[in-house]
């Protein structure tokens, strides 16, 4: 991908925060690919985001390489999009600095991310972890993004990126795009499987409750097995059956088939065998991921030379933003 073509960009950025799961796949992973056909594609592994809680070094440095393991597995390019990893491109952590003075602590303190996470770790609230949506808003602005793919979590996020931007820019005139997020329609939001009025995430300690994207398939059909849902044991969308209609969605998100058509197809048939198809379009989808993933992680220096010529791409485009920026601000930049 060159500096200069008319086609619309799209960036996105993952925390590269342990196992990634069935959750980021579907809410957000799955789409990057299939953008690399009608967009310009800029994506990272957002390492300086996973210090905001406490990370232990070795462990921390595998994750970094196995994120990007996975974003290769699941079919990015690196020839055609830009692959690269958050810390390596200097501009963001400056440019983070910069928004922070240009956002209120009032709409900071709103972020639900925020209060949530403060309340799960309340011996670690440090300012990374409230000023994390400034940072979010340099990684997106840097790159004059027209879309952000994400889950529906990041949805507020992204709100106050775009805000810091209108904001910025009638101070100083055109310097950011206002991007749009892009949240898909079917697997925006996949719940716990074990409390399906939670989001599945991998930081559940329940290790039931998720399902992750490198899951052997025997433990992927145990899970899907074992999933909480209600006593009706008919397949189809309602107000009281949060765990069938988060199966419904997970189905959904992967074989394209509405509400309605997949009510059609168990009709009559109760929720074991529903459980079973789930579970095998699951291992179906990701048994491939899983395969690649394993080629990908055996060679790091390969890994790292994809990684670091991305950043080299990454870094013309966020240095040309970010100075533009600070010259505008006054800087002698
Ligand atoms: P944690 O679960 O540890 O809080 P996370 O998985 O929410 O972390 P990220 O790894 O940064 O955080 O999320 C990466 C992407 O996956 C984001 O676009 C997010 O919206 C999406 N995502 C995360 N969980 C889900 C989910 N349960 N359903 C749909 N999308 C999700
Ligand atoms: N906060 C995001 C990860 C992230 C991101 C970004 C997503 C960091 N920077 C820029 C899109 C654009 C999350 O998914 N939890």
């Known amino acids: 991908m060159s500096e200069t073509t008319n086609q619309k960009r799209v960036l996105s950025c993952i925390q590269p925060s342990g196992m990634l799961t069935l959750g980021n796949y579907l809410g957000a992973l799955k789409n990057w690919p299939k953008m690399q056909d009608d967009f310009d594609c800029i994506y990272a592994v957002a390492d300086l985001h996973a210090i905001t809680v406490r990370q232990e070094p070795a462990k921390f440095r595998q994750q970094i390489y196995s ?3 996975l974003l290769l597995a699941i079919g990015l390019d690196p020839e055609r999009s830009i692959l690269f990893v958050q810390s390596n491109v200097a501009a963001h952590a400056q440019l983070g600095w910069v928004l922070g003075c240009y956002t209120q602590f009032g709409e900071l303190s709103r972020m639900t991310q925020f209060k949530d996470k403060a309340a799960k770790h309340a011996d670690n609230v440090n300012l990374g ?9 340099a990684d997106i602005l840097l790159y004059r993004p027209d ?3 994400v889950g529906a979590d990041q949805k507020q996020h992204l709100e106050i990126a775009r805000d810091i931007a209108l904001r910025f820019n009638h101070i100083y005139g055109d310097v950011f795009t206002v991007p749009e997020p892009y949240i898909p329609k079917a697997g925006a939001r996949i719940m716990s499987l074990q409390d399906p009025s939670k989001k599945m995430s991998k930081s559940d300690e329940n290790p039931n409750a998720w399902v992750a994207i490198l899951d052997s398939p ?3 059909m145990r899970k899907f097995k074992r999933a909480v849902t209600d006593s009706d044991a008919k397949v189809c969308v309602g107000a009281d059956k949060p765990g069938i209609n988060n199966l419904i969605g997970i189905y959904s998100a992967l074989t394209g088939r509405t509400d309605e058509q997949i009510a059609a197809e168990f009709e009559g048939q109760g929720y074991g065998v529903f459980k079973q198809r789930v579970g095998e379009a699951v291992i179906e989808e990701l048994r491939p991921v899983r395969e690649r993933y394993e080629t990908y992680i055996a060679d ?3 890994l790292e030379a994809i990684y670091r010529a991305g950043a080299q791409k990454a870094a013309k485009f966020a240095d040309r933003t970010l100075g533009k920026a600070m010259r505008k601000i006054g800087f002698a930049f």
């Open 67 to 69: 994120t990007c393991a």
């Open 129 to 137: 972890l409230f000023a994390y949506p400034t940072l979010m808003a």
């Open 147 to 149: 879309f952000v793919p």
């Open 218 to 220: 025997d433990d992927i």
């Open 300 to 302: 790091k220096g390969e």
